[in-house]
Nanobody, 115 residues
Framework: QVQLVESGGGLVQPGGSLRLSCAASRSIFTNNDMGWYRQAPGKERELVSTITRGGSTYSASSVKGRFTIARDVAKNTVYLQMNLLKPEDTAVYYC?????????WGQGTQVTVSS
């Protein structure tokens, strides 16, 4: 049963923007904090940004000031607005929902930043 569905990835030039979306089931969205990880080829998966059920956010230093995480309660969806993209942002981006010992993952969406 797929509970997190990402969309919005693609190919963009350096300096460009993309918005990723993660649609969650109602139960997942209501009962979990959510966030985004990314994994570049040959590298470990790394945390990008998180947002709590209360709306508090965190962003990794590498994306702070460029990426913004937000949630739409009416749509059970979390977004990652990515601006001023750099080639080093190229990775598969994964949506995650987590609470205590529970964690859910989406299937991932590819983001490629290249001229």
């Amino acid at each position: 049963q797929v509970q997190l569905v990402e969309s919005g990835g693609g190919l963009v030039q350096p300096g460009g923007s993309l918005r990723l979306s993660c649609a969650a089931s109602r139960s997942i969205f209501t009962n979990n904090d959510m966030g985004w990880y990314r994994q570049a080829p040959g590298k470990e998966r790394e945390l990008v940004s998180t947002i709590t059920r209360g709306g508090s956010t965190y962003s990794a230093s590498s994306v702070k000031g460029r990426f913004t995480i937000a949630r739409d309660v009416a749509k059970n969806t979390v977004y990652l607005q990515m601006n001023l993209l750099k080639p080093e942002d190229t990775a598969v981006y994964y949506c995650t929902a987590f609470s205590g010992a529970s964690r859910y993952w989406g299937q991932g969406t590819q983001v490629t930043v290249s001229s």
